[in-house]
């Protein structure tokens, strides 16, 4: 079975792969500070859950985008797995994509390496928008290729900074509000983060389509997406495996005989 890690700013998933059949998915808040041995002690208990074992286990690849925190994943996989990851981003490493950006360096690996699963699955030109830590609009050409985009706050990170950086403004959580004028301050303040990122979403769709000049088909990824599907037009497909099978396929391509 191969090994998936998605490494974000928020989350660390890890999955396990039978061919292209997810045999178990686990996720927990991502820490730098976590050590190899953290990591295997609790990934090995979640598995012998699901009844599956480490020595299943012949192959890994990990997508980052904390680079603190690729040491003790390596470390992971090669201390309890007895396997050497493939790592997006290294030399070596195709990914049967090209950025075509100013600096291809620059590009968080999990935004290509949805490039890579959502061209596969839906063809292209494409946007990806990604409801992570941050809120990306990625493009994807006819041929797959990666060719720039757009970053905004995430929604929980705007949330996070309005409550710290108003003294009279609440926590509150992301939820669809049932009209968009608020009679309380909890309920405007529901109403102008998902109409306001609803609002984000159709006005930079919008925008990306015109200054590309072909119809593209929008696919959303990211635990709040489905939270949005419904609320706009522009959104194609939600799409909740996208970054998990990019890195199935990526790894697929690099052992390839």
């Given amino acids: 079975m191969l090994l998936a890690i998605d490494s974000g700013n928020t989350n660390i998933v890890f999955s396990l792969y039978e061919g292209d059949k997810q045999r178990g ?20 208990q979640l598995m012998a ?16 985008v904390v680079p603190d925190t690729l040491f003790s994943l390596k470390g992971l996989c090669r201390n309890y797995f007895k396997v050497d990851p493939i790592t997006v981003g290294e030399p070596g490493v195709a990914l049967g994509i090209r950025a075509l950006v100013d600096s291809p360096e620059s590009v968080g690996a999990d935004r290509l390496v949805n490039a890579v699963a959502a061209h596969e699955k ?29 970053i905004a706050p995430g929604i929980n990170l705007s949330l996070e900074a309005l409550h710290r950086a108003a003294a009279m403004l609440p926590r509150v959580s992301v939820e669809r509000p ?45 635990g709040l997406a489905p939270l949005f599907e419904a609320a706009t037009e522009s ?16 790894h697929a391509r690099n052992t390839a005989a």
Avoid: C, Q
């Fill in 122 to 150: 839906y063809g292209g030109p494409l946007i990806i928008v990604d409801f992570g830590t941050a809120t990306t609009f990625d493009v994807i050409n006819g041929d797959g290729d990666y060719v720039g985009g757009a």
């Fill in 25 to 44: 998915v686990w996720r927990r808040a991502n820490d730098h500070r976590r050590t190899a041995d953290e990591y295997g002690v609790w990934l090995l």
């Fill in 178 to 222: 049932p009209s968009v004028i608020g009679k309380r301050t909890d309920s405007a303040m529901h109403s102008g983060i998902y109409w306001g990122y609803v609002g984000l979403i159709e006005g930079l769709v919008k925008r990306i389509r015109e200054e590309y000049g072909e119809d593209m088909r929008v696919i959303a990824t990211g």
């Fill in 49 to 64: 859950l699901a009844k599956l074992h480490p020595e299943d286990v012949d192959a890994a690849i990990i997508a980052t």
């Fill in 235 to 250: 959104i194609g497909k939600v799409d909740g495996d996208l970054t998990l099978r990019g890195l199935v396929s990526i």
